[in-house]
């Protein structure tokens, strides 16, 4: 997880909720790990990519890389191009066009 | 640059677009589950970094005639610098040229020989003056 757990004990969880809420955060906080995970692959391998057309260049620092086509956390939605030697992280939530717990998704 | 390069280029991009498209989804999914915003915070990316990192190519690491990796500090003019001034020798005859730009230079460094030497590379200001000696011996 990306963010530190809250201080609840585990005696606040086992006597504090419902076990039904504890039994679907659990299962929620298992995907949500994995998710996190495949994130962090996928972050890895932009940089990777982003290297690989820094050396075919041969200058680093100059390639006006594109913007995020879809909202992604961190990103100025409204910039066509990456700002660069811009905000560091922590970044805003995973976006505000992040969908309510109603809209479809493809992690369910 | 080259055709085959930009081919590179665009491919490597659209790997990249494709990664980001998964990231969105990924976010979204865990922002499901989490039923409200996941507090992400994104990792840093070359593309995050400003400035210059040269590679071997662009940097003038250049295999001289004698066969010695030579590397040139080919850098940007500084503010009181106008050109660089380069002294090379090529089949026998040796030349002095004044350049404002810096890739011809690349180009003169990458193409050393044992008919082409680049014996001296300066930097001078607009009186000719040398400013910075770069690669070899003052003139």
Known sequence: MAKKPSTLSFRDIVLGADAEVIRQAHEARVQIDLLVEERQRAYDRIAALETQIEDVLGEAGVFPFPAPPLPVAGFDPKADTVTRGGKKSPSRPADSAAPAASEDDSAE | ?139
Do not use: C, W
């Not at chain 2, 409200?36 to 001289?64: C, H, M, N, W």
């Not at chain 2, 010695?68 to 106008?82: F, G, N, S």
């Not at chain 2, 020989?113 to 300066?122: F, K, P, R």
């Open chain 2, 1 to 139: 640059m080259s055709d085959a390069s930009q081919i590179r280029i665009n491919a490597l991009l659209l790997e990249r677009e494709a990664l980001f498209v998964r990231i969105h989804e990924i976010e979204r999914a865990a922002s499901a589950l989490l039923r409200e915003p996941y507090p992400f915070t994104r990792p840093q990316l070359p593309s995050d970094v400003r400035g210059k990192r040269k590679s071997a190519a662009r940097a003038g690491i250049v295999r001289a005639a004698g066969g010695a990796a030579t590397k040139e500090a080919l850098r940007k003019l500084e503010p009181d610098e106008t050109a660089y001034r380069v002294t090379y020798r090529q089949f026998g005859q040796t030349r002095i040229e004044i350049h404002e730009s810096a890739d011809a230079l690349r180009t003169l460094l990458a193409a050393q020989s044992a008919q082409l030497q680049v014996l001296t590379l300066e930097t001078v200001d607009a009186d000719g003056e040398v400013k910075a000696v770069l690669h070899g011996r003052a003139s």
